[in-house]
């Protein structure tokens, strides 16, 4: 077992991390948390997605300490796969306590590389999940996505005729760097102007869907404080080969569409249920498929009765 990492978020890395995401939830608003009705948190939380990067920074140097890197080359396992559950928020200046389990590598039936992963604040599991290494991405298949068109020439925020949200963001270093410091990261091992080294980490553009979906919902004229919704889980699935050719300020072309499964009615119902949302983030001229995420969500209300 890997030894026991402690570590803490402060009010000011929360802010950085929704600062540089867009993310303006406002279950991470110092000033605005207030305004949910029945916010049984009694403060701001952290960002679902500046927890993963951490724990993405955490996995990293598992890897790199245990020479296992070499093993995602040797075997082609092209993909990085995140499935986690929140179990419990995150509050500023609580202890985090991340706990990776030791590596499992398969070769049958396909090679992979995995490991188990607990996360607790102040003592409680905050969330639990698996990172996992594959020659072919774990969730959501290959999508049919031949009919969404040329997307540099669609507005921002719009509708396409096939049922997605298009938003559109961009690859700033900037940006970028200051998730990782949010995240508690070495930036440096990511970024370096006087080497000319520019890695954007796994979870960034992934980070970006948040602002995405809150957009989307802004859109249907959602009401964030009568009927705020919270992450129940995430599936993601990020193609490290095109990760690694994205350069500063790239497009990156969000798209969301309920799942197939989900509910009938959309984020902007005020009698939502739970909503399973399919994410694409696609790049270059050619729509590369950057990563896949089913995004899991469900009204606060519903989370109010379970703490009850």
Request: net charge negative; proline share 5%.
């Amino acid at each position: 077992m890997n030894p026991i990492n402690a570590d803490v978020f402060s009010q000011l890395h929360i802010d950085i991390a929704r600062n540089s995401t867009d993310d303006f939830n406002l279950f991470h608003d110092s000033r605005k948390w207030q305004n949910i009705h029945g916010n049984p948190y009694s403060g701001p939380i952290t960002l679902g997605f500046q927890l993963e990067s951490l724990i993405e920074g955490k996995i990293t140097d598992y890897r790199r300490q245990r020479d296992e890197e070499k093993l995602l080359v040797e075997h082609g396992l092209n993909f990085s796969n995140y499935q986690f559950t929140f179990a419990n928020a995150i509050k500023p200046d609580q202890t985090i306590e991340v706990d990776i389990k030791e590596s499992v590598f398969k070769h049958e039936p396909s090679p992979s590389l995995s490991n188990r992963i607990i996360v607790k604040a102040d003592g409680k599991l905050a969330l639990s999940g698996s990172k996992k290494e594959t020659v072919e991405p774990m969730f959501l298949g290959q999508p049919d996505l031949s009919r969404v068109g040329e997307l540099k020439i669609q507005p921002d925020r719009c509708f396409l005729h096939n049922g997605y949200f298009l938003k559109r963001k961009f690859m700033m270093t900037s940006n970028a760097k200051n998730f990782l410091c949010a995240s508690l990261r070495d930036q440096t091992q990511y970024f370096d102007e006087l080497q000319d080294k520019v890695i954007f980490p796994e979870m960034f553009p992934c980070a970006l869907l948040s602002s995405a979906l809150l957009e989307k919902a802004l859109k249907w004229l959602h009401d964030f404080e009568r009927n705020p919704m919270v992450y129940t889980s995430h599936k993601i699935s990020v193609d490290r080969q095109y990760l690694a050719q994205l350069k500063s300020n790239d497009a990156l072309h969000i798209l969301i569409k309920p799942a197939e499964n989900s509910a009938a009615h959309d984020f902007g119902d005020l009698h939502a249920t739970p909503l399973d949302y399919e994410c694409y983030g696609l790049i270059n001229n050619n729509n590369a498929l950057l990563f896949r995420a089913l995004i899991s969500l469900v009204p606060l209300e519903l989370i109010r009765k379970a703490m009850t």
